[in-house]
């Protein structure tokens, strides 16, 4: 006799940025382990492509995950991950009075989608350029550095947000151009100019919650937020 299989229930969330409702599963110990052993690689592109590979699995391929956007990913993630895990995990902290690490406990279901501004953003940088940007879509993270510097995550960002770039009259599309030309363009920026795109890309939709506690050692009441997908799971 076959040793028999164990169905799991179905849920239904909303993709944050476009509003669609899809169906989903829990993601099994099968899955499980592929996911852990991606963040133990520490390898960004790594990491990605085993959640794009759980999301495909647990939604039955109704999620293209490599054309979402990498909120939604981030999103869809974390529902999946409390259905399967749990709805609460602990994230380690550094008390900022002590600098003694805290084990936070984290209430995961009380995360909220994050808000999506539907309105073009555009950002003048000079008196002939004008940049418009879009949000980076999964395929792009898949296309950048491993992660394993900071400075190359910041360029990455910028870069995959990147949509239209208006000079004088024209139109130039980012998606006609290479990637090294792009980032020439981007590092032929001024400090100014650099930090004020970058704020922009900055604002990027996110999950993201206001924790407090009380630090183990010294008593000190710390508040911080916690945003992107990393911080929920460090």
Request: charged share 30%.
């Amino acid at each position: 006799m076959a040793l028999p299989k164990v169905t799991a229930p179905r849920h239904v969330l909303t993709v944050p940025s476009t509003g669609e409702e899809i169906s989903y599963r829990p993601y099994l110990v099968k899955e499980e382990k592929v996911l852990m052993m991606a963040m133990e690689s520490n390898n960004q592109q790594q990491i990605v492509r085993a959640i794009v590979d759980t999301i495909k699995s647990c939604t039955e391929d109704r999620v293209d995950a490599n054309n979402i956007t990498t909120f939604d990913l981030e999103y869809i993630f974390l529902q999946l991950r409390t259905k399967s895990v749990g709805e609460a995990t602990t994230v380690r902290m550094k008390c900022s009075e002590c600098e003694e690490m805290n084990d936070v406990k984290v209430d995961l279901a009380s995360i909220e989608a994050p808000v999506v501004n539907k309105e073009k953003r555009i950002v003048k940088i000079s008196d002939d350029i004008s940049i418009q940007l879009k949000y980076p879509m999964v395929r792009d993270a898949m296309n950048g550095s491993t992660g394993e510097s900071v400075t190359e995550s910041v360029f990455d960002a910028i870069m995959f947000s990147l949509d239209k770039i208006f000079y004088n009259e024209e139109i130039l599309e980012a998606k006609d151009h290479s990637k090294q030309e792009l980032m020439e363009f981007i590092e032929s920026m001024n400090s100014e100019q650099f930090e004020k795109l970058g704020q922009e890309v900055g604002k990027l939709p996110a999950l993201s919650k206001t924790v407090e506690y009380d630090c183990v050692k010294c008593s000190h009441h710390n508040e911080k937020e916690l945003k992107g997908l990393s911080n929920f799971f460090s």
